[in-house]
C-alpha cells in the first residue's frame, strides 16, 4: 500500500475510484525547502537527505494535478486536510476550487519553532484545508475527544474548545533523532484522524515524508497507504512501518465521558416544547433563569443553548399561556 514514486502516476496506478475514506497529506513548499535549515538556524546533520522541491513556476500546476487525483480516489463523504504555508496556499485554494469538494473549515495551527525574521512578523503558524466529497455524510466525530458537557476548570465546555478553528499544538522536539525536512506532530495527527474516520478506514498521504501520517493512522488501527519520491525517505519511513503493530496508540486515547445531551440533534415537538416550557415556570419559582436551563437541559437531554432558543421562540408568543399548565 506504501509506493515510491510520484503520487500522481501511483495513484493513477493504484487507487481505485472512490476508495479512500481520508486523505492527509502536507504537500511540497514550493519555496526552496531543501534550504529552510538556514531560516531556522538548525543543525541538518540529523535530518534525511532527498527531499524534492518543486519550483515556484510550477506549483498551480502541480497542486492541479495531484488535488484533482485526490478528488478522484477519495469516497463520497469522505475528508480531505490538506497543510499550507502561505506562499503558495493560493495555488492551493485555486486547483481545489477547480474540483467539486466542498470546504468545512479552513484551520490555522499554531506552532513553536516560528521562522526568526528581523523585519517583518514572525512565521509560526500553518493552514490547513478541510474539505469533503459531496455524496454522502462525512464522518465526523463530535464527541469522540470530549462528550458534549465536559467543562475545564473554569467552567468552559472542553468539546467547544477542542472544535475550534485556531489549534495550538507544538511541533515535535527531537534532538539528535534521525527525521525528515518537516514533520507533523502525533497530537495534530491524533486529532484529525479520530474526528474525521473510523477503526478500519484507508487513510491516504500523497506526500508520505516521515510517513507521521500512515504512523499515527497505524497506530489508531486504521488502514494506510500513500507515495513518496525520495528513495531515502520512502526506505526509512519503510524500516519504521514495518516495525509497527495496529493500534498501538489506541491506549494513548482519551475516553469522553457519556454525553449529556442524548437528545441533541433530534426534532423538537410542540408537546416536548410545552413541557419544557412548564417546566421551567415551575423552576423559576425557586432558581435564576442560569440554573433552571442547566436544569433542564440535563432532564430534557439538550443542549442549553436549544432550552434557551425555545424559551425565547415561546417568550416572544402571543400565544405564550398556551404552553403553562391549565389551573382552571
Avoid at 487507487?15 to 538556514?38: A, F, Q, R
Avoid at 469522505?78 to 485555486?94: K, Q
Avoid at 511541533?171 to 474525521?196: A, D, F
Wanted: positive net charge; glycine residues 6%.
Amino acid at each position: 500500500m506504501f509506493y515510491n514514486m510520484d503520487c500522481v502516476e501511483g495513484s493513477k496506478m493504484y487507487l481505485s475510484d472512490n476508495s479512500i475514506d481520508l486523505i492527509i497529506t502536507d504537500p511540497p513548499y514550493g519555496i526552496e525547502g531543501h534550504t529552510l535549515h538556514k531560516h531556522y538556524n538548525r543543525k541538518e546533520e540529523h535530518v534525511l537527505d532527498g527531499y524534492i522541491e518543486i519550483p515556484r513556476e510550477e506549483y498551480p500546476m502541480f497542486s492541479e494535478k495531484w488535488i484533482k487525483e485526490a478528488e478522484r480516489v477519495l469516497r463520497p463523504g469522505g475528508s480531505i486536510y490538506i497543510f499550507s504555508g502561505y506562499t503558495n496556499l493560493i495555488h492551493i485554494l485555486s486547483a481545489v476550487q477547480k474540483t467539486n469538494l466542498k470546504e468545512v473549515n479552513h484551520i490555522i495551527w499554531k506552532y513553536n519553532f516560528g521562522v526568526y525574521t528581523k523585519n517583518k512578523y514572525i512565521s509560526s503558524h500553518y493552514h490547513i484545508l478541510y474539505y469533503v466529497k459531496p455524496g454522502a455524510k462525512p464522518t465526523f466525530n463530535t464527541n469522540c475527544r470530549f462528550s458534549d458537557a465536559e467543562k475545564d476548570e473554569s467552567g468552559r465546555s472542553l468539546n467547544y474548545r477542542d472544535r475550534e478553528d485556531v489549534w495550538i499544538i507544538n511541533r515535535e522536539y527531537k534532538p539528535g533523532q534521525v527525521k525528515n525536512k518537516n514533520e507533523l506532530p502525533k497530537e495534530l495527527l491524533m486529532k484529525i484522524i479520530q474526528y474525521s474516520s473510523n477503526e478500519g478506514d484507508l487513510i491516504c498521504d500523497f506526500f508520505l515524508g516521515s510517513f507521521s501520517t500512515a504512523r499515527v493512522a497505524i497506530g489508531l488501527n486504521r488502514r494506510a497507504c500513500g507515495f513518496e519520491k525520495s528513495k531515502v525517505a520512502f526506505d526509512y519511513g519503510m524500516s519504521i512501518i514495518s516495525k509497527l503493530t495496529p493500534g498501538y496508540l489506541l491506549s494513548e486515547i482519551r475516553i469522553p465521558k457519556e454525553n449529556t445531551y442524548f437528545n441533541q440533534g433530534k426534532s423538537i415537538s410542540e408537546e416536548e416544547k410545552k413541557k419544557i416550557i412548564r417546566t421551567y415556570v415551575h423552576l423559576r419559582r425557586r432558581f435564576s433563569k442560569e440554573k433552571a436551563i442547566e436544569l433542564l437541559s440535563a432532564e430534557f437531554g439538550r443542549g442549553p443553548w436549544s432550552i434557551r432558543r425555545i424559551i425565547s421562540e415561546v417568550n416572544s408568543c402571543e400565544n405564550f399561556n398556551l404552553f403553562l399548565p391549565n389551573t382552571s
